[in-house]
């Protein structure tokens, strides 16, 4: 088993870029990454029942990160946690990483079998990398 990941944005195609790129860093491997992105007639927004759906099916027993584009999608993932059994919430880490470098951080340690809190500090760790080759 090993943590899952769950990507929540406002656009599908957006949120498959990225676990697509996030999965390329993964070759051979398998990791369970769940997407919530989108409304169901694919407009652009984010509901809190498919987030929460994305969780459980995530959730290997080792634990979500939860990584989310921005506004309305951080207020879904909150949300989401209200409609989770106690021990599954308790599993759950909502990421204020960003959500492109952040997903392909967190996927690379979480496939080598890193805590929950590991790899949302690698996902939250996610800008690092620009941010020094631009300082």
Known sequence: MSVGLVVVSHSRALADAAVELAR????????AIAVAAGTEDGGLGTD??????????????????????????????ETALEFLDD????????SPAPLVEGLVGAVVLASTGASREQVAAE????????????A
């Open 87 to 94: 021990d599954v919430r308790s599993r759950v880490t909502l």
């Open 24 to 31: 390329q860093m993964l070759p051979g491997r398998e990791l």
């Open 123 to 134: 996902a939250e760790r996610g800008l690092a990398p620009k941010q020094a080759h631009l």
């Open 48 to 77: 809190a029942a498919a987030v929460a759906d994305a969780v459980g099916q995530a959730d290997s027993g080792d634990g979500v990160v939860v990584l989310m584009d921005l506004g309305s999608a951080v207020l879904s993932a």
